[in-house]
């Protein structure tokens, strides 16, 4: 089966801080994925990489970036956390190529931001 | 952007009664994705389908993509607590494209 990984399940951070969100597959997919999900707003696409320090944007990217160093580990970074970043954000990952295959997701990770 | 519609929002039922909910798109998609949401956790494949009118089961799941390929259907028979949690549909118009996912529907089962 297919493993993802969340580095935190709750973190707490302060308004300006630097945040870094980590993310790691055991399945040498090609295909990373960050997500917020908001109540009432669903799954929102931050951004995605689909091949090592390769970056494209997603439909919600202002106030974040993300790094893939390497191919298993995608981190998300808020350059400057704001109050309204507070949010439970979501990784998932998916094999390469042309393929009708599904996402698979991590637990999470809940992130406040005061 | 595009969106998906899922309906209904949210449903309370009893224990042991059928559940219906769908998803529609005003695109045709080539791919539609079932996954629940347990509380606190993230969201898990329940039921993947690629083509038009399959219908597909998972144990008391059972999901049907639709003919118009709009839209997708998620059935649950005889509903149990653990059903508890929110259903998301997502899809997907091409093998290039990524996948949208819908709002959610919040299923809560009164035992």
């Known amino acids: 089966d297919v493993k993802v990984t969340q580095s935190s399940r709750y973190l707490v951070k302060r308004t300006g801080e630097k945040v870094f969100l980590e993310c790691v597959q055991d399945?040498?997919?090609?295909?990373m994925f960050w997500y917020r999900q908001d109540p009432g707003l669903g799954l929102r696409l931050i951004y995605f990489?689909?091949?090592?320090?390769?970056?494209e944007k997603g439909d919600i990217p202002e106030g974040y970036s993300v790094s893939r160093e390497k191919k298993e580990r995608f981190s998300l970074i808020l350059e400057s956390a704001s109050t309204n970043q507070t949010s439970m954000y979501l990784c998932?990952?998916?094999?390469?190529?042309?393929?009708?295959?599904?996402?698979?997701f991590g637990d999470g990770t809940r992130l406040s931001i005061l | 952007g595009q969106q998906l519609n899922q309906s209904p929002q949210s449903m309370f039922i009893q224990e042991g009664e059928d559940v219906s909910m769908n998803c529609t798109s005003s695109?045709?998609?080539?791919?539609w994705l079932w996954y629940k949401q347990d509380p606190g956790e993230g969201p898990v494949l329940l039921i993947a389908?690629?083509?038009?009118?399959e219908l597909t089961s998972n144990g008391r799941l059972t999901a049907q993509f639709g003919i118009t390929r709009k839209d997708s259907f998620l059935n649950i028979s005889a509903s149990i607590p653990s059903d508890v949690g929110i259903y998301f549909c997502?899809?997907?118009?091409?093998?290039?494209?990524?996948?949208?996912f819908g709002p959610g529907t919040s299923l809560s089962v009164i035992p």
């Open positions: 399945m040498d997919h090609e295909n």
């Open positions: 695109s045709i998609f080539n791919t």
């Open positions: 990489s689909y091949d090592v320090k390769m970056k």
């Open positions: 997502a899809g997907r118009r091409t093998s290039y494209d990524k996948v949208i």
């Open positions: 998932a990952s998916i094999g390469g190529g042309v393929s009708n295959q599904p996402q698979h």
């Open positions: 389908l690629y083509k038009a009118g």
